[in-house]
Nanobody, 117 residues
């Protein structure tokens, strides 16, 4: 059983950098791919970006200039940084595992991030 747990501040001021960490148990982040997905109030799910088992990163083009995903293999964690946030970045953020042939199979419970002064 793979478990993912998001952590980070729930409130971020506009123009600051949002930083979230996903801690993974029961599966190594050096295999498969690991995603950040968010859902804003009243909107659908939006893929933010991903990091593969070989540490290759991909980002949503609409967020690419502000997004960075990194990992710490010794801690089995990966981290999202989203800079210059605005209230439009307010959302529930999820970390998710993606497996070839299966798709998204394990999700964290999500963490609410609000951007407000």
């Amino acid at each position: 059983q793979v478990q993912l747990q998001e952590s980070g501040p729930g409130l971020v001021k506009p123009s600051q950098t949002l930083s979230l960490t996903c801690t993974v148990a029961g599966g190594s982040i050096t295999t498969n791919s690991w995603m950040w997905i968010r859902q804003s109030p009243g909107k659908g799910l939006q893929w933010v970006g991903s990091i593969s088992g070989s540490a290759e990163t991909h980002y949503n083009p609409s967020l690419k200039s502000r997004t960075s995903i990194s990992r710490a293999t010794s801690k089995n964690q990966f981290t999202l940084q989203l800079s210059s946030v605005t209230p439009e970045d307010t959302a529930m953020y999820y970390c998710v595992r993606w497996v070839w042939g299966k798709g998204y199979d394990y999700w964290g419970q999500g963490t609410q991030v609000t951007v407000s002064s």
